[in-house]
């Protein structure tokens, strides 16, 4: 079973339009983050929202988290061209320590003209 | 911008190679984690490094695979004898302190084994 799950699989919109993305996780966390993956780039850390945090905003960006659900969304409002990639959803357990992260199954957002 | 410096960027090379990915973090990291990526798959965990020795090590890190932080800066994946299966796309990243947090990740180095 996947310890990272999101979904949907594959968005397309059109730029202007907002993009939600939802990631499911299993376990207990110490933390969530959210990635973005430009096709054949290395992944770059968008925001973290800690366990005990339920919403946190960063610009465009707006992550939710629901611990009883073990459930996450990350909303882009206003996108653009531009915000074309992969988006995976990350948790960090609470052991271990160098704790890994483990990544979701990933997004692939289109944001079309 | 202090940057994870990954080489080489695409390697190519025969079953039964060796392979060794060079990895630079960023130099006040204390936490070293190796990543793959299988073409159009989720982005895997192999081993994490801390304190000079394996924190934490997946499956997939078998006797095929080592790590080692020779120096203060690099920090280097070697595959003793390839497989086809171990063509993917390998990621360093590292992190500054603490249990959890913000990974910092490099390009990748894209391995092709014929």
């Known amino acids: 079973s996947q310890q990272g799950e999101e979904d949907p699989q594959a968005l397309s919109i059109q730029e202007g339009e907002n993009a939600t993305m939802n990631c499911s996780y299993k376990?207990?966390?110490?933390?969530l983050q959210w990635y973005r993956q430009n096709s054949g780039r290395g992944l770059v850390h968008l925001i973290l929202?800690?366990?005990?945090?339920r919403e946190k905003h960063s610009g465009r960006l707006r992550v939710t988290l629901d611990t009883s659900k073990k459930s996450s969304s990350l909303l882009i409002t206003a996108s653009r061209a531009a915000d074309t990639a992969s988006y995976f959803c990350a948790t960090a357990l609470n052991t271990g320590t160098a704790s890994k992260l483990t990544f979701g199954t990933g997004t692939r957002l289109q944001v079309t003209l | 911008e202090p940057e994870v410096t990954q080489t080489p960027s695409h390697q190519v090379t025969q079953m039964g190679q060796e392979v060794i990915l060079r990895c630079v973090p960023i130099?006040?990291?204390?936490?070293f984690y190796w990543y793959r990526q299988i073409l159009g798959q989720k982005v895997e965990f192999l081993v994490s490094?801390?304190?000079?020795?394996?924190?934490?090590k997946s499956e997939i890190f078998d006797d095929q695979f080592s790590v080692e932080r020779p120096d203060g800066s690099n920090f280097t994946l070697k595959i003793r004898s390839t497989k086809l299966e171990d063509s993917a796309m390998y990621f360093c990243?590292?992190?500054?302190?603490?249990?959890?947090?913000?990974?910092?990740f490099g390009e990748g180095s894209r391995l092709t084994v014929l």
């Open positions: 490094f801390y304190n000079n020795e394996i924190s934490e």
């Open positions: 130099s006040n990291h204390l936490y």
């Open positions: 929202i800690r366990s005990n945090e």
């Open positions: 376990t207990s966390i110490n933390n």
């Open positions: 990243a590292s992190r500054t302190s603490g249990k959890s947090g913000e990974l910092f």
